[in-house]
Nanobody
Framework: EVQLVESGGGLVQAGGSLRLSCAAS????????IGWFRQAPGKEREGVSG????????YYADSVKGRFTISSDNAKNTVYLQMNSLKPEDTGVYYCAAERGAMYGVGYRPHYYDMDYWGKGTLVTVSS
C-alpha cells in the first residue's frame, strides 16, 4: 500500500521555523520525485518545493526561495522541508506528493495534476 505521511506542522509566530517531514512507503522511493504543496483557505493548491533523487534536482517557488530548504534521507525514504522566517502568508495545509520519473533539476516543476500519490496533509499556521 502506498503511503505518504506528513508531520511537523503546527502553530508558530511570524519569523519562526518549522520542519516538515514526508515519510514514504509502498513504492520505490528512488523512482519518484517528491513535491511539497500548500493550500490556504479559499486558494488553489500551489507547489512550493520539490526534490528529485534521480538528478538531485530541487525546485522552489519564488515565494519561498531563500527561506525554505528541501532535503532527502533516502535511507529513511523521507523528504524534509525546513521552513525558516515564516510569514503569515505561509499558512495553509501542506501536502507532500510523489511523481514518478520527474526531474526537477532540468527546469521542471511539480504540478498538482501530475502527481501520482498524495499524503493527507499537515496544517501550518503562522501568526502575526
Amino acid at each position: 500500500e502506498v503511503q505518504l505521511v506528513e508531520s511537523g506542522g503546527g502553530l508558530v509566530q511570524a519569523g519562526g521555523s518549522l520542519r516538515l517531514s514526508c515519510a514514504a512507503s509502498g513504492f520505490t522511493f528512488d523512482d519518484y520525485a517528491i513535491g511539497w504543496f500548500r493550500q490556504a483557505p479559499g486558494k488553489e493548491r500551489e507547489g512550493v518545493s520539490g526534490f528529485s533523487s534521480s538528478d538531485g534536482g530541487t525546485y522552489y517557488a519564488d515565494s519561498v526561495k531563500g527561506r525554505f530548504t528541501i532535503s532527502s534521507d533516502n535511507a529513511k525514504n523521507t523528504v524534509y522541508l525546513q521552513m525558516n522566517s515564516l510569514k503569515p502568508e505561509d499558512t495553509g495545509v501542506y501536502y507532500c506528493a510523489a511523481e514518478r520519473g520527474a526531474m526537477y533539476g532540468v527546469g521542471y516543476r511539480p504540478h498538482y495534476y501530475d502527481m501520482d500519490y498524495w499524503g493527507k496533509g499537515t496544517l501550518v499556521t503562522v501568526s502575526s
